[in-house]
């Protein structure tokens, strides 16, 4: 049972290129999360997906596109990158209000 | 919009209790929940209490909550090296149309032997 698997680990993108950030979760659950964490900021919800076919705006969308493939895929879309998209991501999944399962982060350094 | 506030650091020795504050502002939060994040790591769940709840205990955990107030706390009582970490205070809420959970920016925990 492998929970929520992320996949970058770790990825260094010029400015200006796009990149696909994949996550995938085992557990069947109906909601999927994608978070930013910034020294000083806590998580910040880029978007979710509350069921397979709908996904919505969390605080901070811009520059992100996100696609909720399946039940268990749910990628974030870079465009075009930029500097300030230098983070750490992380991915999360939840059935209703219950536990969020995270992923193990995707470490992006923007140059 | 939702928002949810904690102090950014606490240091205390090994052995003493340690209290983490939280504030949020949504007052239709159906739970709300303490994640711990080590080192490289990504968020594990600690502990949740339900709103309608005002105590909760778990082995060297407690968590209050006053709902009236919009204050959330966690102590951990014989803080040990191993909790060192950084904390999360979490809320959630929706309906079956979909939740979402919002997080605040984290308490960093560093205990000194």
């Known amino acids: 049972n492998a929970g929520v698997t992320q996949t970058p680990k770790f990825q260094v993108l010029k400015t200006g290129q796009s990149m696909t950030l994949q996550c995938a979760q085992d557990?069947?659950?109906?909601?999927m999360y994608w978070y930013r964490q910034d020294p000083g900021m806590g998580l910040r919800l880029i978007y979710y997906s509350a069921s397979e076919g709908t996904t919505d705006k969390g605080e901070v969308p811009n520059g992100y596109n996100v696609s909720r493939l399946n039940k268990r895929e749910f990628s974030l879309r870079l465009e075009s990158a930029a500097p300030s998209q230098t983070s750490v991501y992380f991915c999360?999944?939840?059935?209703?209000?219950?536990?969020?399962?995270f992923g193990q982060g995707t470490r992006l350094t923007v140059v | 919009g939702e928002d949810v506030e904690q102090s950014l650091f606490l240091s205390v020795r090994e052995g003493d209790s340690s209290v983490i504050n939280c504030t949020y502002t949504?007052?239709?939060?159906?739970?709300l929940y303490w994640y711990k994040q080590e080192p490289g790591a990504g968020l594990q769940l600690l502990t949740y209490?339900?709103?309608?709840?005002d105590m909760k205990q778990d082995q060297r955990l407690t968590v209050l909550l006053n709902k009236k107030d919009k204050h959330l706390s966690l102590r951990i009582a014989d803080t040990q090296t191993g909790d060192s970490a950084i904390y999360f205070c979490a809320e959630s809420s929706g309906n079956t149309g979909g939740f979402k959970t919002i997080f605040g920016a984290g308490t960093r925990l560093f205990v000194k032997a």
């Open positions: 557990m069947n659950h109906n909601s």
């Open positions: 209490i339900f709103s309608n709840m």
């Open positions: 949504d007052s239709s939060s159906t739970y």
């Open positions: 999360a999944s939840s059935e209703g209000s219950g536990e969020a399962f």
